[in-house]
């Protein structure tokens, strides 16, 4: 792997902000939680309001924390895997990270647009409490909790970028795909019998 100025530039801004995203996103899983009774998963009703709206309060804030992280966060990654030069048969690894990162960029960016209206709706005076939550429903139930799946898979990126799993030598490489050329391939050896088979036949159809 070589890193240029910008890929290095960009790794960092990936680093940094995904630090806050992550972080986040953890941040506003505890907070949602006490929106919920574990037992059965649906909101609780004995929140007093000034308790509920403090709750709204911290999920939105980290709601805007997290939109602003990942916009930096997605656009220092594809700086960064259009800059990075990398072997992907040496480092099969990086091609998983980016796979796992970029096929739920479509559900980031849906859910965020979900969290934009529950932050814009909460700036509102007064607060819809009851459109408050069926949006925080929707949010945390989306495509039956791909998000959750989703963060899963940010998490195993990290563990992917550290462990680097299947990383493999040009040695390695060239060494299989001789062991691979060797089983599958066909080498035909003429022997003096195949020579005499050959010659009576031509002389047959001459």
Same mark, same amino acid.
């Given at each position: 792997?070589?890193?240029?100025?910008?890929?290095?530039?960009?790794?960092? #801004?990936?680093?940094?902000?995904?630090?806050?995203?992550?972080?986040?996103?953890?941040?506003?899983?505890?907070?949602?939680?006490?929106?919920?009774?574990?037992?059965?998963?649906?909101?609780?009703?004995?929140?007093?309001?000034?308790?509920?709206?403090? #709750?709204?309060?911290?999920?939105?804030?980290?709601?805007?924390?997290?939109?602003?992280?990942? !916009?930096?966060?997605?656009?220092?990654?594809?700086?960064?895997?259009?800059?990075?030069? !990398?072997?992907?048969?040496?480092?099969?690894?990086?091609?998983? *990270? *980016?796979?796992?990162?970029?096929?739920?960029?479509?559900?980031?960016?849906?859910?965020?647009?979900?969290?934009?209206?529950?932050?814009?709706?909460?700036?509102?005076?007064?607060?819809?409490?009851?459109?408050?939550? =069926?949006?925080?429903?929707?949010?945390?139930?989306?495509?039956?909790?791909?998000?959750?799946?989703?963060?899963?898979?940010?998490?195993?990126? !990290?563990?992917?970028?550290?462990?680097?799993?299947?990383?493999?030598?040009?040695?390695?490489?060239?060494? =299989?795909?001789?062991?691979?050329?060797?089983?599958?391939?066909?080498?035909?050896?003429?022997?003096? =019998?195949?020579?005499?088979?050959?010659?009576?036949?031509?002389?047959?159809?001459?």
């Amino acid at each position: 792997m070589t890193l240029n100025k910008t890929a290095r530039i960009s790794l960092f #801004i990936l680093i940094v902000f995904a630090i806050f995203w992550l972080g986040g996103i953890n941040v506003r899983f505890f907070i949602g939680n006490q929106l919920l009774n574990y037992d059965e998963f649906n909101f609780r009703t004995s929140i007093p309001p000034d308790e509920e709206n403090q #709750i709204f309060k911290m999920i939105s804030d980290a709601s805007i924390m997290i939109m602003v992280s990942y !916009i930096f966060v997605l656009a220092s990654a594809i700086v960064f895997v259009r800059s990075v030069k !990398i072997n992907l048969r040496e480092n099969p690894w990086f091609l998983m *990270c *980016c796979i796992l990162f970029f096929a739920f960029v479509p559900v980031e960016l849906y859910t965020s647009f979900i969290d934009i209206k529950f932050a814009l709706l909460f700036d509102k005076r007064p607060a819809n409490h009851d459109r408050l939550l =069926e949006l925080f429903g929707e949010r945390i139930g989306f495509l039956r909790g791909v998000p959750w799946i989703a963060v899963m898979s940010y998490y195993t990126i !990290i563990w992917l970028s550290v462990f680097k799993p299947m990383k493999k030598t040009m040695a390695q490489i060239e060494e =299989e795909e001789k062991m691979i050329e060797d089983t599958h391939g066909y080498k035909y050896l003429f022997h003096e =019998e195949d020579d005499l088979v050959t010659e009576e036949f031509n002389e047959t159809v001459n």
